[in-house]
């Protein structure tokens, strides 16, 4: 590989959860404008992950977000909602890559060179700043669906299947954005 080529990161956050969208980034680096910190974003914490993302949006090259939406998660299964989000998120590049390095063992159906990496996220930094860009994001997103889905807690557990969020799942019954296809939320539906 050239040493001035462009290589996207890929990753996505929010596929163990109950409710709420899966998320995916594509962040290509600028190697000029180093962004010191990044890491797995499971392993920051909020206010440094949410600085890390300004220096990301700020001083990448390019970045996008793509989302697959609860009911294109339990109408075609978690995995490939994850790979669509990808996709989605690399299409939104205006800048397109020359490779892809993507978080996991399942490559999107995206036109580009690349190869997938389990653990992806601690060990390429591109990696490290789509996941970081894609949780900020859909923190965020729970945040907003906390304000009119009040009383599932969206914005203590993320979506997250917590004792918490089960709890208030059999109290409130499920709401609109919960994944009828996920175990729990599908058991509440047929009781």
Not at 57 to 76: F, K, M, N, Q
Not at 117 to 123: A, M, P, Q, S, V
Not at 159 to 167: I, V
């Amino acid at each position: 590989m050239k040493s001035n080529a462009l290589i996207v990161g890929l990753d996505e956050v929010g596929r163990g959860c109950l409710s709420g969208p899966v998320i995916a980034a594509a962040v290509i680096l600028d190697k000029s404008k180093k962004i010191d910190g990044l890491a797995d974003s499971k392993k920051l914490i909020k206010s440094k992950r949410e600085a890390l993302d300004k220096s990301i949006r700020r001083d990448a090259i390019a970045w996008s977000i793509g989302r697959a939406e609860v009911l294109e998660i339990d109408e075609i299964n978690i995995l490939h909602a994850s790979l669509l989000a990808m996709k989605r998120a690399y299409e939104g590049l205006l800048i397109k890559a020359d490779y892809a390095r993507v978080d996991g063992i399942y490559y999107p159906e995206i036109k580009v060179d690349g190869e997938c990496i389990k653990g992806g996220d601690n060990l390429f930094e591109e990696i490290s700043a789509a996941s970081i860009i894609a949780k900020v994001y859909r923190d965020d997103h729970m945040n907003t669906l906390d304000a009119f889905y009040s009383g599932y807690g969206f914005a203590q557990h993320k979506g997250y299947p917590t004792a918490e969020h089960n709890k208030l799942l059999k109290s409130k019954g499920v709401s609109n954005v919960h994944r009828r296809s996920f175990s729990p939320v599908k058991r509440m539906l047929n009781e």
